[in-house]
């Protein structure tokens, strides 16, 4: 894969969110109080992401995003904006061993899926606007697997959607392909679908709940392998499609674990993508054994760099396990960021301020001295 033909804007990249400033989470507890309107919140975050796009750009990315600074939960605020789409607010758990879990919401489908209206377009208006020449901005949803994972057969109406196939993964389909449009009227060229549900089929105990709720774990990957392609089918001309895969990120906890290998074949060889993401962060990923079903044309992002937590990694430990990755997918079609965002909800990781940046610096430095400039 030459340089020119390379679909991402550069060989470092990011996943998406950034830690709220304090201000901005003020004042969304005044306006969820009712002491400021929604134009004043709006007003605030407009203040907080025209700071993070000139923290990205500081820092060196080439890709740019809002920082997701208008969302309460990475996945809810978009979906629940579908028509025909209903979300529960997620409930934090307290495990037996005192750290935090959040308990996702199921995704009720209660009518007929439908873009009733243009959900990222003033965001993403706003963000081109702030952004440079010479960097790209990067809008960043929420994949249409998760309206099926969560609560499977039994959260979508069957009044609508009698049977699933094909009606009600065509309606979806063609309510992420409005919204791609629409963005790509406004000049959008690059977005990534953020998905936990492929990597929480790499988990035994995520598995066996998809098994209880009557869906073979074997055959359902290559089920979104043809849902993902349907809406791939309808991605604008010269947009970049991506997908990150994501095995929890709340509060620097996880979710899931296990090796990439029952979802690798369907995820990497049948999926139409140009990237994706892959968090490669521990051990809870498994090898790059996976990485062999990479067909030429796409490539993988590897994330390698923690956003959980502060402790930094070597360049020399990230230069090996590139080396040891490229034993699988050739070096030309990898790439390197953090593993997830810094803050996939509103709450953030535990992790500092200055860490976020030192560990961007740390992706951006490695990858131009494995790559080149």
């Not at 470092?12 to 003020?26: A, I, T």
């Not at 929890?248 to 990237?275: Q, R």
Request: charged letters at 25%; one cysteine or more; glycine letters at 6%.
């Amino acid at each position: 894969m030459s340089s020119a033909t390379f679909p991402l804007p550069a060989r470092y990249d990011h996943v998406g969110s950034f830690l709220r400033p304090k201000y901005l989470l003020d004042a969304r507890e005044q306006n969820a109080k009712g002491t400021i309107t929604a134009a004043e919140l709006r007003a605030v975050e407009d203040k907080a992401i025209a700071e993070i796009i000139a923290f990205q750009e500081s820092v060196g990315l080439k890709s740019i995003t809002d920082g997701e600074f208008r969302r309460t939960y990475f996945h809810i605020d978009f979906l629940e904006q579908l028509g025909g789409v209903q979300c529960d607010i997620p409930v934090t758990v307290i495990k037996a061993d005192g750290t935090q879990e959040l308990a996702p919401p199921v995704m009720k489908v209660v009518g007929k899926v439908h873009h009733a209206k243009d959900i990222q377009l003033a965001d993403f208006q706003y963000l081109k606007s702030k952004v440079t020449p010479g960097h790209t901005p990067k809008v960043t949803i929420p994949s249409p697997t998760m309206l099926h994972f969560r609560g499977g057969r039994a959260a979508i109406s069957k009044q609508h959607y009698p049977e699933l196939d094909p009606a009600f993964y065509d309606d979806v389909a063609k309510a992420y392909g409005d919204e791609l449009r629409s963005l790509a009227a406004a000049g959008c060229t690059y977005v990534q679908m953020d998905d936990t549900n492929l990597a929480y089929l790499c988990d035994p105990r995520m598995r066996e709940a998809a098994r209880q709720r009557g869906d073979d774990p074997d055959q359902l990957p290559h089920r979104y392998a043809t849902f993902i392609n349907k809406v791939v089918a309808q991605k604008p001309a010269g947009m970049t499609l991506a997908m990150h895969l994501c095995r929890g990120n709340f509060k620097s906890t996880h979710a899931a674990s296990g090796n990439y290998e029952p979802v690798a074949e369907a995820l990497l060889a049948e999926m139409d993508l140009d990237a994706y993401f892959l968090e490669y962060d521990d051990d809870r990923s498994g090898d790059f054994r996976p990485l062999r079903f990479l067909p030429k044309g796409k490539t993988v992002v590897l994330g390698l760099v923690t956003t959980k937590f502060d402790q930094m990694e070597s360049k020399d430990s990230l230069k090996r396990r590139i080396e040891e990755a490229a034993k699988y997918a050739p070096l030309e079609q990898l790439a390197l960021s953090p593993q997830c965002g810094f803050s996939s909800t509103v709450h953030g990781n535990n992790i500092a301020v200055e860490a976020q940046r030192n560990k961007l610096r740390l992706v951006i430095e490695t990858a131009q001295e494995v790559w080149g400039t």
